[in-house]
């Protein structure tokens, strides 16, 4: 007679609603954080555009003076190479098929699938963003840059990648990794002289947020994927 303890009893079914509970609740968590990030944002520039109209705030003046007593031609090199990573043909096309590719490759479609998600609705909210706030770039810029400076999209792309593959890997090299081209993409946007500081930080909270919110809808396969590639020690176990 079955008592309804088992595990397609009462108790099987309880685990089953828990499960799905946690599963609702872990979705929600990105969901709910990406989104304050865009909100943050779009709030930032909001502020800069109505309360400073649009010229610099207090901590992007001291922020440009640091920076340009410490400016020199390695620097200068080396922010010139971020720059070419982060933006252009490089930037928008390149890097991000190679990443596309090389997860195909690796067997995570899903994954793929994820990262050229973000990248394009990252890519699309820093333009919509720009177009909004219209915020004039630095006069001393040290490169060529496209119309709007906040928010920065460099460093919006840098933020995107670095949480997505973050996600997709979920490791803390990976994550360490991805921490440190992101502010090695805001220090060399401000050392060029391309961007305020505001600017670089509405963009990492762009990227950020959006790979967050993307996040949620593609939890389960990604979670499914990446069990499937790395699958727990005590299944390997238990089948040996």
């Known amino acids: 007679m079955d008592t309804g303890a088992g595990p397609t009893g009462r108790d099987g079914r309880a685990k089953s609603t828990d499960d799905a509970r946690a599963r609702a609740v872990s979705r929600r968590v990105p969901l709910f954080s990406g989104i304050a990030a865009v909100l943050l944002a779009a709030g930032l520039g909001l502020l800069i555009a109505a309360r400073f109209d649009g010229l610099p705030v207090e901590i992007d003046e001291e922020w440009a003076e640091e920076i340009l007593e410490i400016r020199g031609p390695v620097?200068?090199?080396?922010?010139?190479?971020?720059?070419?990573?982060?933006?252009?043909?490089?930037?928008?096309?390149?890097?991000?098929?190679?990443?596309?590719?090389?997860?195909?490759?690796?067997?995570?479609?899903?994954?793929?699938?994820?990262?050229?998600?973000?990248s394009v609705a990252s890519a699309g909210l820093v333009q919509l963003l720009k177009q909004l706030f219209g915020r004039a770039r630095p006069e001393d810029m040290l490169v060529t840059s496209d119309f709007g400076s906040f928010p920065s999209g460099h460093v919006a792309n840098a933020a995107t990648i670095a949480v997505t593959i973050g996600v997709i890997v979920p490791r803390v090299w990976v994550w360490a990794v991805g921490t440190v081209y992101v502010v090695l993409m805001i220090v060399s946007r401000t050392y060029l002289g391309v961007h305020w500081f505001t600017d670089t930080i509405g963009g990492a909270l762009v990227g950020v947020g959006v790979a967050l919110i993307l996040w949620a809808p593609f939890a389960g396969p990604l979670e499914r994927e990446r069990l499937a590639w790395h699958p727990p020690r005590f299944s390997r176990q238990r089948a040996d």
Do not use: N
């Not at 098929?97 to 990262?115: D, S």
């Open 75 to 118: 620097g200068i090199f080396l922010a010139t190479v971020m720059d070419r990573l982060g933006g252009g043909i490089i930037g928008v096309f390149v890097v991000p098929v190679l990443a596309i590719v090389a997860l195909l490759l690796l067997r995570r479609p899903w994954g793929a699938a994820y990262f050229l998600a973000a």
